[in-house]
């Protein structure tokens, strides 16, 4: 209702510091979506706590912390049978609802055509705040095992090579496959801005932003290993806000390209070094100037042969070369006739700063732009700017690599339907669990939820909670079978672990083993 304090925003922004990620994560999940949203997560709220004390466990809330059941006294708890009784299980709160949470079904979606129309989709829904809920074309399948389907398919489309949205390199060891596959995380690739490409590059990132702020309102996690410096783009205030049009301008730096693309990073990180021993001699007040001149021209830079050269036999230019030959161009001038430039000891200050522009800023400009557009359709991109970038990660992303103890299966995964917590086959499980690598964790979370990612805090913050149920008339050749809304795996009570292991990996690698 905006009816909060300024100063409330003002202090989660600017002073993160104060708060703990847990509190400013409430504060954005309860004020960035509206209000009926608002009122749909004081209802979860209510009924989480709610089923916590009838079944006398324990609330783990957004931030990890463990609430007891006496959380429940602001909501009148009584027992049925006894006023002071302590019997959880007895426990009656009066039913009321506001409202219910509305829920769009999609018209059926082609997996054979998912970017166009998710494109489609995305642009129509983008304001609303109903739920997506996505069948696709000839499927019976609905609810949230489809939908996460749904969303973790455009990820992977969206990192195709063919698109040309992405930074990668052509030498790159998994360049046969065709998908950016970038150790680094991916952050986009800059353009001439009046490049012909452009038009339908930017309607991708206006998709981008539609879809990373669809993930944030209902609870999806985005499968894609965004890198720290896109995410400083989204979260990070510009440094020039009054003297720049340019929303994310001075941002990033010489570390940010490092991180991004290690080998020119650490190349225009030598260019920097060179910069400041030319300044030191310039600014010695002891010299003349013959003997500055003579010192500067003396001054050499390491080679890919790590030979120290003249930096004038590097043959530089003031022109951007991309690392990969997949975009369409080779070189882009940093300014007029830049080609016939060449990168002297006296101007080599100029063309790291016009190649960090171009790269972090001017390149990226209509990019950028689309994509904050797209997200501010479905809400404003300012919310961002209560996390920083590490923590964004974990909010789109969750645990990409999903890590769990035996304490973790023992207390958040439960045994149900012919399962208890001392049967062999349930032990079996718990054991397969924990001997499986990360690439096999990912498949078994992907299997059971639809999305290779765990939300935060891992399997605690996964809802609903893990269950495992035996199969019925199910023998070693039988294979499980999962309802993806519900997080419910149905497992044959397998006679060994090896067979529950391998039967368990193959059903992760093929389609069809889920039901909803």
């Given at each position: 209702?905006?009816?909060?304090?300024?100063?409330?925003?003002?202090?989660?922004?600017?002073?993160?510091?104060?708060?703990?990620?847990?509190?400013?994560?409430?504060?954005?999940?309860?004020?960035?979506?509206?209000?009926?949203?608002?009122?749909?997560?004081?209802?979860?709220?209510?009924?989480?706590?709610?089923?916590?004390?009838?079944?006398?466990?324990?609330?783990?809330?957004?931030?990890?912390?463990?609430?007891?059941?006496?959380?429940?006294?602001?909501?009148?708890?009584?027992?049925?049978?006894?006023?002071?009784?302590?019997?959880?299980?007895?426990?009656?709160?009066?039913?009321?609802?506001?409202?219910?949470?509305?829920?769009?079904?999609?018209?059926?979606?082609?997996?054979?055509?998912?970017?166009?129309?998710?494109?489609?989709?995305?642009?129509?829904?983008?304001?609303?705040?109903?739920?997506?809920?996505?069948?696709?074309?000839?499927?019976?399948?609905?609810?949230?095992?489809?939908?996460?389907?749904?969303?973790?398919?455009?990820?992977?489309?969206?990192q195709k090579h063919s698109l040309g949205l992405w930074w990668h390199?052509?030498?790159?060891?998994?360049?046969?496959?065709?998908?950016?596959?970038?150790?680094?995380?991916?952050?986009?690739?800059?353009?001439?801005?009046?490049?012909?490409?452009?038009?339908?590059?930017?309607?991708?990132?206006?998709?981008?932003?539609?879809?990373?702020?669809?993930?944030?309102l209902d609870k999806y996690l985005i499968d894609m290993p965004l890198?720290?410096?896109?995410?400083?783009?989204?979260?990070?205030?510009?440094?020039?806000?009054?003297?720049?049009?340019?929303?994310?301008?001075?941002?990033?730096?010489?570390?940010?390209?490092?991180?991004?693309?290690?080998?020119?990073?650490?190349?225009?990180?030598?260019?920097?070094?060179?910069?400041?021993k030319r300044s030191k001699i310039l600014n010695d007040i002891n010299?003349?100037?013959?003997?500055?001149?003579?010192?500067?021209?003396?001054?050499?830079?390491?080679?890919?042969?790590?030979?120290?050269?003249?930096?004038?036999?590097?043959?530089?230019?003031?022109?951007?070369?991309?690392?990969?030959?997949?975009?369409?161009?080779?070189?882009?001038?940093?300014?007029?006739?830049?080609?016939?430039?060449?990168?002297?000891?006296?101007?080599?200050?100029?063309?790291?700063?016009?190649?960090?522009?171009?790269?972090?800023?001017?390149?990226?400009?209509?990019?950028?732009?689309?994509?904050?557009?797209?997200?501010?359709?479905?809400?404003?991109?300012?919310?961002?700017?209560?996390?920083?970038?590490?923590?964004?990660?974990?909010?789109?992303?969750?645990?990409?690599?999903?890590?769990?103890?035996?304490?973790?299966?023992?207390?958040?995964?439960?045994?149900?339907?012919?399962?208890?917590?001392?049967?062999?086959?349930?032990?079996?499980?718990?054991?397969?669990?924990?001997?499986?690598?990360?690439?096999?964790?990912?498949?078994?979370?992907?299997?059971?939820?639809?999305?290779?990612?765990?939300?935060?805090?891992?399997?605690?913050?996964?809802?609903?909670?893990?269950?495992?149920?035996?199969?019925?008339?199910?023998?070693?050749?039988?294979?499980?079978?999962?309802?993806?809304?519900?997080?419910?795996?149905?497992?044959?009570?397998?006679?060994?672990?090896?067979?529950?292991?391998?039967?368990?990996?193959?059903?992760?690698?093929?389609?069809?083993?889920?039901?909803?």
């Amino acid at each position: 209702s905006s009816s909060l304090p300024i100063w409330t925003e003002w202090l989660t922004h600017s002073y993160k510091f104060l708060y703990p990620f847990e509190t400013r994560q409430l504060y954005f999940r309860t004020t960035s979506f509206g209000t009926s949203r608002s009122i749909v997560w004081l209802q979860e709220r209510r009924d989480e706590l709610i089923r916590a004390a009838r079944t006398g466990g324990l609330l783990r809330p957004l931030g990890g912390a463990t609430t007891t059941t006496t959380t429940l006294s602001s909501f009148r708890v009584a027992s049925n049978s006894n006023e002071n009784s302590s019997t959880t299980s007895n426990v009656f709160v009066p039913e009321f609802r506001l409202g219910r949470l509305k829920i769009d079904r999609a018209t059926p979606i082609d997996r054979e055509h998912i970017l166009r129309d998710a494109m489609n989709l995305f642009h129509y829904h983008a304001k609303s705040k109903a739920k997506l809920e996505i069948q696709f074309l000839n499927e019976e399948g609905t609810g949230d095992g489809p939908t996460l389907e749904f969303y973790a398919l455009i990820a992977n489309e969206l990192q195709k090579h063919s698109l040309g949205l992405w930074w990668h390199h052509d030498d790159y060891e998994h360049n046969e496959t065709i998908y950016v596959r970038k150790l680094e995380g991916l952050f986009p690739i800059p353009y001439a801005q009046n490049d012909e490409k452009l038009d339908v590059i930017c309607n991708y990132f206006s998709l981008i932003g539609i879809y990373f702020a669809k993930c944030l309102l209902d609870k999806y996690l985005i499968d894609m290993p965004l890198s720290i410096g896109f995410l400083k783009l989204l979260c990070m205030k510009s440094k020039y806000n009054n003297d720049s049009n340019i929303w994310y301008d001075g941002i990033l730096d010489i570390n940010d390209l490092i991180d991004i693309e290690p080998s020119r990073g650490k190349f225009f990180q030598q260019l920097y070094q060179l910069i400041e021993k030319r300044s030191k001699i310039l600014n010695d007040i002891n010299k003349t100037n013959e003997e500055k001149t003579l010192l500067c021209s003396q001054l050499k830079i390491e080679n890919d042969q790590h030979e120290s050269v003249d930096l004038e036999h590097l043959c530089l230019t003031f022109v951007y070369s991309p690392p990969s030959n997949t975009y369409g161009y080779q070189s882009i001038e940093l300014i007029p006739n830049g080609s016939h430039i060449d990168v002297t000891i006296d101007n080599v200050d100029q063309y790291v700063k016009l190649s960090l522009d171009f790269i972090f800023c001017d390149g990226i400009r209509r990019q950028m732009d689309a994509f904050r557009n797209g997200f501010n359709q479905v809400f404003s991109i300012e919310h961002l700017r209560c996390f920083n970038p590490h923590e964004l990660k974990l909010l789109l992303c969750g645990n990409q690599w999903p890590s769990w103890t035996l304490d973790d299966l023992l207390n958040y995964i439960e045994p149900s339907h012919g399962f208890t917590r001392e049967s062999a086959g349930f032990t079996k499980f718990l054991n397969v669990m924990l001997e499986l690598d990360g690439l096999e964790r990912k498949s078994v979370v992907q299997f059971i939820t639809g999305c290779s990612s765990l939300p935060p805090g891992g399997l605690a913050n996964l809802r609903p909670r893990l269950a495992v149920a035996r199969k019925v008339e199910a023998d070693d050749n039988s294979y499980p079978s999962v309802n993806t809304c519900y997080h419910y795996l149905k497992l044959p009570d397998y006679s060994s672990q090896e067979i529950l292991k391998v039967r368990l990996m193959t059903a992760c690698k093929e389609r069809g083993f889920y039901f909803n």
